[in-house]
């Protein structure tokens, strides 16, 4: 490890080594959904929860590119919405009603992700929705929630019915807005989300080649869905198969994420 390296890796004075390393991750999950190009401006947004007994969770600061978001620059906010970080920047509105509407009532809710891709929009703005056509989409859709858009989500009356369309599933397509999903980890979390942004777009190009895609018995999906089911082969598979590697990648690209 380089000296420059090593700074980077340095843990702020007063900071507990738990949160700043959910800062990394979180800022590493920033880096790859624009590395991936899935990021749109300066909006959507990905939270994740502070460890700790406070019900406080960091997100963006509403004004930087994802390809800018480093672990220092996160900010942290309680379920009010009350920023408990100084920041030049304030949080996205709309990123905080979805947000904390699900880290209200998900205990098991280390991190949200939310997207609005040209992809995971378009099916979920079809009426038939994400359909389990292939191998990827049966690892999201017995696993997967719908909400209806009631617009820009600014109205915090808004999260009961979010919090309800949810319910413990861990996938979700926002009506004619997007996606999102929820992981135990920052790790789960993107990895689903890879998994259902992968599906859509699998699924939007078999479309583009006919009305009718070859069938799949439902025993196939049923079996395919069992193998995801149990949530701690998934979280294992997160933390120590997927999300190194990615890490591994993010260094080799630009390891300014982890200042």
Not at 35 to 62: C, K, M
Not at 88 to 113: K, M, W
Not at 232 to 254: A, F, I, N, Q, Y
Request: with cysteine.
């Amino acid at each position: 490890m380089s000296p420059a390296e090593a700074r980077l890796r340095e843990v702020p004075s007063g900071m507990p080594d738990a949160e700043w390393n959910q800062r990394i991750n979180l800022a590493a999950a920033y880096r790859l959904v624009a590395l991936y190009g899935w990021d749109d401006l300066v909006d959507t947004h990905i939270s994740a929860r502070v460890p700790g007994p406070e019900h406080h969770f960091l997100i963006n600061p509403y004004g930087l590119m994802f390809d800018e978001i480093t672990a220092s620059s996160l900010v942290k906010v309680d379920l009010d919405g009350n920023q408990l970080t100084e920041s030049q920047y304030s949080i996205n509105p709309a990123g905080f009603t979805i947000h904390s509407a699900i880290h209200e009532v998900r205990e098991d809710a280390g991190c949200v992700l939310h997207l609005h891709t040209p992809d995971g929009t378009a099916v979920a703005s079809c009426m038939e929705g994400l359909l389990p056509m292939n191998q990827t989409a049966q690892l999201v859709t017995h696993d997967l929630a719908y909400h209806d858009y009631e617009g820009i989500a600014l109205d915090h009356d808004e999260r009961p019915r979010l919090q309800k369309d949810l319910g413990t599933k861990n996938h979700m397509l926002l009506r004619n807005h997007g996606t999102l999903t929820v992981g135990r980890s920052v790790a789960s979390a993107f990895e689903r989300m890879y998994h259902l942004e992968r599906a859509c777009t699998m699924q939007v190009r078999t479309r583009m080649l006919g009305p009718t895609a070859y069938p799949v018995e439902q025993a196939v999906v049923d079996k395919n869905a069992a193998l995801f089911e149990n949530p701690d082969r998934m979280e294992l598979r997160s933390t120590t198969l997927v999300w190194p590697p990615l890490l591994r990648k993010l260094d080799r690209l630009d390891s300014t994420f982890r200042n």
